[in-house]
């Protein structure tokens, strides 16, 4: 799946443990009714985002994930869902056409 639009935002690294580390990036969608969408950039995916800047217009390349998660004391059952990036790549008036 992709998404196009224009970076809002881009989050810094974060250091989840020693093995695992992730970065936001929030796009605006360009359509009649713009959608804010945070894609999160995990493990070796975080340095693809340094080379883009807030404001330019963007291809995202994601896949959608879901999981189960069990409270240990309640059993209770809750679902998440998140968006991961894997590829980026920069549209439009831009310097450069480099897909990363």
Sequence with gaps: MEIQGSIKLIGN?????????????????????P??????????????????E????VKVA????GREWENPQTKEIKYFNSIQ?????LLGN???DDDL
Excluded at 54 to 57: A, T, V
Excluded at 62 to 65: D, G, T
Aim: without cysteine; proline residues 2%.
């Design 54 to 57: 807030i404001g330019q217009n």
């Design 13 to 33: 690294v974060q250091e989840i443990s020693p093995t695992f580390k992730k970065r936001e990036l929030v796009v605006t969608t360009n359509e009649q009714y």
């Design 62 to 65: 994601i896949n959608l994930r």
């Design 94 to 96: 831009s310097n450069s």
């Design 85 to 89: 990036g894997w590829r980026i790549e």
């Design 35 to 52: 959608q804010t969408i945070s894609v999160e950039f995990v493990q070796d995916k975080t340095d693809l985002l340094n080379k883009f």
